[in-house]
Every structure is written in structure tokens, then in C-alpha cells.
């Protein structure tokens, strides 16, 4: 099995790695999908208690709740996939990346995802799902949030970079590098910056 998983701050393109997995038919664990799970099996609305839950489910099952329950996951989408790949989209923590390491050993391999602030906001502006991604004080105290929780240090410790500062082709490419799949000549011609897609994270 080779486990993929991505961490970077909001706006990196976490969301776009994950579209060229799919695109190549790699299987795509999103770890917050756990979390909207449990909302809804709480009979709460995801969209309103998601950060809130992802705190819930750390305090009662341990830092590494959401990785723990995301593991099954991981081993489904490889025993059902096409090949032996799985990217797994989302880290937060150090706490998680060990758990990860413990469950795949050499098999894990960590990427982290980079951009500057500006440009992180800019396309979470265009993107503009929801007010907050026009709100350059709500970005970076969400920045906060998420280096707090361990997410700067879990960059630190990748294993691989991706500079996502160029084109969206570009990106799109070095992606496909890291995951090891033949390139997709349609985005030959795409020079757009790359812009983060909708999958990504826990949101906590």
C-alpha cells in the first residue's frame, strides 16, 4: 500500500492535489468527512458544528481521533481501488502524523502543500464559498487556528514540498510527479494559477 497524505494551510491547494488523484484514479480519503459523519449521526448540521465537533471528537477519543477513525477508511478505499495508492487529504497535527507512521510505516509519505498568505487569499476569494473567504482577518486567525493545532509543525516535518506559486498546469504536474501517474496532456496548455478546489481538511 502507498498512503499519500497532504497537509497545508487553507487556500494551498490541498483541494486541486486531490481533484488530479481522482482524475487518475486514485482513491481520495478526505479526513473531514469523518467529522461531517459524526455531526450528522449527532443529528447536527456540518456546516454549523464542524470545527466544533472536530474539537468534541479530540477531547473524548484522544488528539489522534480523526486519524484513528480515517485508518479504516484508508484500508477500504485501497482493498477497493484500482491500484495500491490512496491520498489521503487533510492532516492537522503532528499527533495525526504519527499515527499515520505507526499504522504504514515506510508506506506513508507526507506532502506539504505551500503558498504565500496573499496569494492563499486571493484564491480563496475567488473561490468564495462562503464570507469568510473574502475576510482577510478571518484567514489569518484561521491561519492561527490551525498552526496552534500543529499544523505548521506537520509541515515542517514532510516529506516532500509542493510550491504552489505558479501555474495551475504547473501544480497540476508536479502533482502527478508525486503521485506517479502519466501526465494529462490537457493541462499542457492550462497556464491559470493554480487555485485550491473543494475537498480539503477537517476545518477545525
Do not use: Q, Y
Not at 499515520?100 to 503558498?115: P, Y
Not at 493545532?149 to 501555474?167: F, H, K, M, Q, Y
Not at 508525486?178 to 490537457?186: E, I, S, T, W, Y
Request: aromatic share 2%.
Amino acid at each position: 500500500m502507498n498512503v499519500i497524505g497532504t497537509v497545508g494551510l487553507p487556500g494551498s491547494g490541498k483541494g486541486e492535489a486531490a481533484n488530479v488523484a481522482a482524475e487518475a484514479g486514485i482513491p481520495v480519503v478526505v479526513m473531514g468527512d469523518v467529522i461531517r459523519a459524526e455531526c450528522r449521526r449527532r443529528g447536527l448540521d456540518p456546516a454549523e458544528h464542524h470545527g466544533r465537533m472536530a474539537g468534541t471528537l479530540r477531547e473524548e477519543e484522544g488528539a489522534d481521533a480523526i486519524a484513528a477513525r480515517t485508518l479504516p477508511l484508508i484500508r477500504e478505499a485501497a482493498a477497493d481501488g484500482p491500484g495500491d495508492t490512496v491520498l489521503v487529504d487533510g492532516l492537522r497535527s503532528t499527533v495525526e502524523l504519527e499515527r499515520f507512521r505507526e499504522a504504514f510505516g515506510d508506506d506513508f509519505t507526507l506532502v506539504a502543500i505551500r503558498a504565500p498568505f496573499e496569494l492563499r487569499a486571493e484564491r480563496l476569494d475567488d473561490r468564495g464559498r462562503d464570507d469568510s473567504d473574502s475576510d482577510l482577518e478571518a484567514l489569518r486567525e484561521r491561519d492561527a487556528r490551525e498552526i496552534d493545532l500543529g499544523l505548521g509543525a506537520t509541515l515542517d516535518r514532510a516529506d516532500v514540498e509542493i510550491d504552489n506559486t505558479g501555474s495551475l498546469a504547473a501544480f497540476r504536474t508536479r502533482v502527478r510527479d508525486v503521485l506517479g501517474v502519466a501526465a494529462d496532456d490537457g493541462d499542457d496548455a492550462d497556464e491559470e494559477p493554480a487555485e485550491p478546489a473543494n475537498a480539503g481538511g477537517d476545518g477545525a
